[in-house]
């Protein structure tokens, strides 16, 4: 009975411990569930098994299943310890060929969002993001290009994440890596969440939308919200920001989507708090600018401005939203406790900067608020996908053969540069999905019997699969549309179906079968060597054989006799022509043999004009130069070589570009300057980088010209005359001197001469009126053309422009300033980073300097003075550009408005984040300023 009782008792405790623990392996199950339609793929994971994040308490896989081809790699040891998740740790690169595909389970017709992750981490070992080079590569959504990886001069540790909100066009969805030549494609990780089909409702078939920012305001711990805050496992950035004049609200009450609007399913913890300002403050500016690492001209942005009153003491709150300075949306007013997005239904913004003013209305007794606000850009589904039928087809064959060692990924005929190997696709029907009209497969190993997929491709007109080991027969199926079938070669015994052969016998096929075991017996015409049967004759092969011989030993020796001739000119022609007087000026001059070992054989190209070109060269000691080879050769065609080379012979001074010397050649005129690494100013204020130049640095260069200018007219005797002052004549060196150059139109005259008579010269938009209508030259005539280049500093803007009709910028700028403030001119990449007194006696002094008569003009040395008042004492000029500087002055009797900028580089206000979006930079606060 003990025994027995024993038994009992151990059996039971038994089925206990078995119980618990299969509880225990459901609870784990359940905790490590992935929510339905969620993907997660760790790229280079070189483990079958999944594996448990514990930040998401989701499984991870590895990704052969999803791809072919590449290589497993581990990120550097010293980056391994910094990661924050496994994923960052492993990836798989791509070094084969020009595009590798992940292929994504998927339903069709279902919206998604798709992520993916890359951490460099030095994984190679050749410090690809950071040895200076260009380290670029491409994705495609689907056939579609979707963004550019830009990891050049890129911290390796850090992640780059890209998204994209898309439809799946069938029942899997495809993400291409591209090979641009300029590093090797890697990807890290893969995420795809299905999104509601009433989300994003911009989305659609021909419309994707990639991620450029999501951001989250008020107080949050977590530097990125996503799963499960958010059930679709969306980024939302923190604007955390405590200092004033922020002011972070939060709401214990529930807030709510209005019934039946799911547009975009923003969670209530993220809702439920948000941002505004101290009641002294009326505006809030976003500022969307692009990262260096990116600079997309094309790029057209959506915003979605998403609020929530949560303030319920008082919420008399009120303001207009403008785009641009365009009023998007006015006098709008948060719903109490209840969510409203906002956003322009198709209206993508086409600039590739943005300036979006929340602005307080004069009824409103709060300043605006912010919940939470999204940006994304267009990326056009404009290419069409494969004929479905070719597609299954083509693919039942890729498997069948086992023919993913050719490289084929992705679609099979679109985009066209990346069209299968093998394959030609017919193109000629633009709203039509591409055929497939030829496959070739020769001398590829193929073995087996032949496929039946073939045969099922229905636009299929030539199919080459000879040199083969097929074996069996053909398969008995009709297909009209072939018009030749080589299947020379190969091992093919079975019958030829009567279908086959009736094609054949009417001349609509041309049959190939020689070299196969089905013609041993056989003397039909399909058998017989197809070569012989159409080869040309032997004799005319021996004719084209020689004449091509021929052809190629003439064109050797004429290209043979023009480059010893041009070796023997380069040596002596231009030698003998070398100008036998000298124009007696204390400067060095060069043979032209010394400008080509200077500049290499004018290898390197930095600037063209109507004069001619400017090659980069270096001096014997070292010293970087630029060498103008003006399009004149001689002294006496040239009315800018001389003037040029007698005015800098004679003027020294910091603001003024240094002539080392010339080259007067009969064939050649050429001057040779110091080089200026950062271009000119024209480069900077219009095409270059949109955080160059900030308000103290512009007014650096405004002095820096102005005292060189003040050099000429003043120090000079005779005075000179510069005649075409403008930005494009003014240099920067590396720590952005400016720098007076290009003389060719300068003149002098004595001091005892007010002015001179000559014909009118100068650049549209830069003459003085006065000059043009009198040609009678001063001075002021320089002191004009300065008050344009100031007006350029200050607006950005050219000097002639469309707005809508062609305007000169002194004009525009009085417009402006009678409809409204000094500040609706200020160039809007300053992002209101200015002291406003300073900008107005700046704007004040320009419009000094224009005056129609010249009487009415300040001196250059007037001008210096005045500017350097504006310039603090203790300022000294950055040595790089890029960083706004944080001084502003405070003026209680103009409105305060805040900005947040969206700009640089995503997590800039959160340094210890690893994650980055590689387009734009979390919002950076910028500081509290004078408004308009």
């Given at each position: 009975m003990v025994m027995i009782s024993f038994s009992r008792s151990a059996s039971t405790k038994l089925a206990w411990i078995l119980a618990l623990l299969l509880i225990l392996v459901m609870m784990i199950q359940v905790r490590a569930q992935i929510p339905p339609g969620f993907i997660n793929i760790d790229c280079g994971w070189k483990d079958s098994s999944a594996y448990l994040d514990k930040a998401l308490n989701m499984q991870y896989r590895f990704d052969d299943e999803y791809v072919e081809g590449g290589q497993n790699h581990e990120i550097s040891p010293e980056f391994i310890a910094g990661t924050s998740n496994d994923q960052q740790k492993t990836l798989r690169s791509f070094?084969?060929?020009?595009?590798?595909?992940?292929?994504?389970?998927?339903?069709?017709?279902?919206?998604?969002?798709?992520?993916?992750?890359?951490?460099?981490?030095?994984?190679?070992?050749?410090?690809?993001?950071?040895?200076?080079?260009?380290?670029?590569?491409?994705?495609?959504?689907?056939?579609?290009?979707?963004?550019?990886?830009?990891?050049?001069?890129?911290?390796?540790?850090?992640?780059?994440?890209?998204?994209?909100?898309?439809?799946?066009?069938?029942?899997?969805?495809?993400?291409?890596?591209?090979?641009?030549?300029?590093?090797?494609?890697?990807?890290?990780?893969?995420?795809?969440?299905?999104?509601?089909?009433?989300?994003?409702?911009?989305?659609?078939?021909?419309?994707?939308?990639?991620?450029?920012?999501?951001?989250?305001?008020?107080?949050?711990?977590?530097?990125?919200?996503?799963?499960?805050?958010?059930?679709?496992?969306?980024?939302?950035?923190?604007?955390?920001?405590?200092?004033?004049?922020?002011?972070?609200?939060?709401?214990?009450?529930?807030?709510?989507?209005?019934?039946?609007?799911?547009?975009?399913?923003?969670?209530?913890?993220?809702?439920?708090?948000?941002?505004?300002?101290?009641?002294?403050?009326?505006?809030?500016?976003?500022?969307?600018?692009?990262?260096?690492?990116?600079?997309?001209?094309?790029?057209?942005?959506?915003?979605?401005?998403?609020?929530?009153?949560?303030?319920?003491?008082?919420?008399?709150?009120?303001?207009?939203?403008?785009?641009?300075?365009?009023?998007?949306?006015?006098?709008?007013?948060?719903?109490?406790?209840?969510?409203?997005?906002?956003?322009?239904?198709?209206?993508?913004?086409?600039?590739?900067?943005?300036?979006?003013?929340?602005?307080?209305?004069?009824?409103?007794?709060?300043?605006?608020?912010?919940?939470?606000?999204?940006?994304?850009?267009?990326?056009?589904?404009?290419?069409?996908?494969?004929?479905?039928?070719?597609?299954?087809?083509?693919?039942?064959?890729?498997?069948?053969?086992?023919?993913?060692?050719?490289?084929?990924?992705?679609?099979?005929?679109?985009?066209?540069?990346?069209?299968?190997?093998?394959?030609?696709?017919?193109?000629?029907?633009?709203?039509?999905?591409?055929?497939?009209?030829?496959?070739?497969?020769?001398?590829?190993?193929?073995?087996?019997?032949?496929?039946?997929?073939?045969?099922?491709?229905?636009?299929?007109?030539?199919?080459?699969?000879?040199?083969?080991?097929?074996?069996?027969?053909?398969?008995?199926?009709?297909?009209?549309?072939?018009?030749?079938?080589?299947?020379?070669?190969?091992?093919?015994?079975?019958?030829?179906?009567?279908?086959?052969?009736?094609?054949?016998?009417?001349?609509?096929?041309?049959?190939?079968?020689?070299?196969?075991?089905?013609?041993?017996?056989?003397?039909?015409?399909?058998?017989?060597?197809?070569?012989k049967r159409k080869s040309t004759p032997t004799w005319l092969i021996v004719v084209i054989v020689l004449l091509v011989l021929i052809s190629l030993v003439v064109g050797m020796y004429i290209l043979w006799k023009l480059y010893w001739k041009g070796k023997s000119g380069d040596n002596e022609d231009y030698a003998m022509y070398e100008e036998e007087t000298p124009l007696h000026i204390d400067i060095r001059r060069f043979t032209y043999a010394e400008l080509k070992l200077i500049t290499n054989n004018f290898q390197s190209i930095v600037g063209k004009g109507g004069f001619g070109i400017v090659y980069y060269g270096t001096l014997e000691n070292g010293d970087e130069v630029a060498v103008k080879v003006l399009m004149e050769t001689s002294i006496d065609e040239s009315k800018d070589f001389l003037p040029e080379v007698q005015t800098l012979s004679k003027v020294h001074h910091k603001n003024l570009v240094t002539l080392q010397g010339y080259c007067q050649n009969k064939k050649c005129l050429a001057l040779v300057y110091d080089f200026m690494p950062r271009g000119n100013l024209q480069q900077i204020l219009r095409g270059g980088d949109i955080y160059s130049l900030d308000w103290e640095q512009r007014l650096h260069i405004a002095l820096d010209s102005a005292q060189g200018l003040e050099y000429l007219h003043e120090s000079c005797t005779p005075s000179i005359v510069h005649r075409d002052v403008k930005t494009a004549n003014i240099l920067l060196d590396k720590n952005l001197v400016g720098i007076i150059s290009d003389f060719g139109l300068s003149r002098a005259f004595n001091d005892a001469h007010t002015h001179i008579s000559t014909v009118a010269a100068g650049t549209l938009g830069y003459l003085d009126p006065e000059y043009h209508a009198t040609f009678q030259l001063t001075v002021k005539t320089d002191v004009y053309s300065f008050g344009i280049v100031l007006l350029e500093i200050i607006t950005g803007q050219p000097p002639v422009f469309n707005d809508p009709q062609t305007v000169h910028l002194p004009n525009w700028v009085r417009q402006k300033i009678a409809k409204g403030s000094i500040h609706d001119v200020v160039d809007k990449r300053l992002l209101d980073q200015y002291d406003a007194s300073s900008l107005e006696s700046v704007i004040d002094l320009a419009m000094n300097c224009v005056e129609n008569a010249a009487i009415d003009r300040p001196s250059m040395t007037e001008v210096v003075s005045r500017l350097k008042v504006w310039l603090p004492v203790s300022s000294s000029k950055q040595s790089t550009s890029g960083t706004p500087r944080r001084k502003y002055s405070m003026d209680a009797d103009i409105p305060k408005q805040f900005q947040l900028m969206i700009s640089g580089v995503s997590g800039a206000s959160n340094p210890s984040s690893s994650f980055q979006s590689g387009h734009t930079g979390g919002l950076t606060e910028i500081s509290t300023f004078s408004g308009r």
């Open positions: 070094p084969d060929g020009s595009r590798n595909c992940y292929t994504l389970p998927s339903n069709s017709s279902t919206k998604y969002l798709l992520r993916a992750m890359f951490t460099y981490g030095n994984y190679d070992r050749l410090n690809k993001t950071g040895d200076g080079s260009l380290f670029l590569f491409g994705l495609h959504i689907g056939v579609n290009f979707w963004e550019a990886v830009n990891l050049s001069n890129w911290d390796p540790s850090v992640t780059v994440f890209k998204e994209v909100l898309t439809v799946a066009p069938s029942n899997s969805l495809s993400v291409c890596l591209i090979n641009f030549g300029s590093g090797i494609p890697f990807i890290s990780s893969l995420e795809l969440r299905p999104l509601q089909d009433t989300m994003y409702p911009f989305v659609n078939t021909s419309v994707s939308v990639s991620y450029f920012q999501r951001v989250r305001f008020g107080k949050v711990t977590d530097f990125i919200t996503r799963y499960p805050v958010d059930d679709y496992d969306r980024f939302w950035e923190s604007w955390d920001r405590t200092s004033y004049p922020w002011i972070n609200l939060n709401s214990t009450d529930t807030v709510k989507s209005p019934p039946g609007i799911d547009a975009f399913n923003v969670p209530s913890a993220i809702i439920e708090q948000a941002s505004t300002l101290d009641t002294n403050y009326s505006i809030i500016n976003i500022a969307v600018a692009q990262n260096p690492n990116r600079v997309d001209t094309n790029m057209q942005l959506l915003p979605i401005f998403h609020f929530a009153e949560i303030n319920e003491s008082n919420p008399n709150r009120r303001f207009n939203i403008y785009n641009n300075d365009v009023l998007i949306f006015s006098n709008f007013s948060p719903p109490l406790l209840q969510v409203e997005s906002l956003y322009q239904s198709g209206q993508f913004l086409r600039n590739a900067y943005r300036y979006i003013t929340l602005n307080k209305t004069a009824n409103s007794s709060l300043p605006p608020l912010i919940n939470a606000f999204e940006l994304y850009s267009l990326v056009r589904m404009d290419n069409l996908t494969t004929d479905s039928n070719d597609d299954n087809h083509i693919r039942e064959i890729k498997k069948q053969y086992n023919l993913g060692r050719i490289s084929w990924n992705g679609d099979p005929c679109s985009p066209r540069d990346y069209s299968w190997e093998g394959l030609t696709c017919d193109y000629s029907k633009s709203n039509q999905n591409p055929r497939i009209v030829t496959i070739n497969l020769s001398s590829r190993g193929l073995g087996g019997g032949f496929s039946i997929s073939f045969m099922n491709m229905t636009s299929l007109e030539n199919l080459d699969l000879s040199r083969n080991n097929l074996t069996g027969a053909i398969p008995d199926y009709q297909l009209n549309s072939l018009k030749v079938l080589d299947l020379s070669n190969n091992k093919l015994d079975g019958p030829i179906p009567d279908s086959i052969l009736q094609r054949v016998q009417t001349g609509q096929l041309d049959l190939r079968l020689q070299g196969n075991p089905v013609c041993s017996n056989s003397k039909d015409v399909y058998c017989s060597d197809n070569n």
